[in-house]
């Protein structure tokens, strides 16, 4: 009996194990088909509904592109203002160092000019106290009491003189009546010394300069 009882046993466990085989083979294949079929439906899906052949899509990419077309005209625009900028820059650089230069070579002429200034200033003065000098060593035609309008010394005349010039040394105090010495050159620079207590008279002969 106990021998039956196994038989039975082996015989009922070999069908289960045949019937475990089939269904698991089964489940593969219908988890397969699945699978299969979800993923041809999603490429399907992708080949059929592609984003970039949409409206909305070559909307947005017109609208980028002429975004990126007014971006790069800006971007030029941009460019020829910072162009200009420079050179513009550049120029003034340039004219204020001309400028500057200019500035230096005023400054340096204005010294060269203060100088000559004060030069021709000092001539002046040198020259204006010769001609005062002169003045007041010169004699023209007239009657001069040396010591009170003249003095004394010796006096030459500053140009040659003409035929008609006339001079004459007279004592002081006679009106002309005491000639102590008188000439008529007619020509040349002549020359006549005075002293004090005597007139100086001189007719058409120019300026006598003290010597």
């Known amino acids: 009996m106990s021998g039956l ?18 269904k698991t083979a089964a489940l593969i294949v219908g988890t ?8 041809g439906g999603v490429f ?7 984003p970039r052949e949409s409206a909305e899509y070559q909307s947005l990419s017109d609208s980028n592109e002429i975004l990126q077309g007014e971006r790069d005209d800006v971007q030029s625009e941009l460019d020829d203002l910072e162009g200009g900028i420079s050179a513009r820059e550049s120029a003034v ?11 230096t070579g005023l400054d340096v002429r204005e010294e060269e000019l203060a100088s000559q200034d004060k030069k021709i200033t000092a001539r002046e003065k040198a020259v204006g106290k010769i001609e005062v ?3 007041e060593n010169s004699v ?27 001079w004459a040394v007279l004592k002081t105090g ?24 005597q007139d100086f008279e001189s007719t058409r002969c120019g300026t006598w300069v003290k010597q």
Request: charged share 25%; with cysteine.
């Open 44 to 50: 399907i899906g992708v080949d059929s509904v592609d």
């Open 32 to 39: 397969l088909l699945v699978a299969g079929s979800f993923a």
């Open 174 to 197: 006679t009106n002309g009546s005491d000639i102590v010495n008188n000439g008529i050159p007619g020509g040349g620079r002549p020359t006549v010394s005075v002293k004090k207590g």
């Open 93 to 103: 650089e340039e004219r204020t160092t001309q400028l500057d230069e200019r500035s």
């Open 5 to 22: 009882n196994t038989m039975e046993q082996s015989s009922s466990a070999v069908p289960n194990k045949r019937w475990s085989k089939k």
């Open 133 to 135: 000098e002169q003045a």
């Open 140 to 166: 023209e035609n007239g009657v001069w009491t040396v010591g009170t309008d003249i003095k004394a010394g010796t006096y030459r005349t500053k140009e040659p003189v003409g035929s008609d010039c006339y």
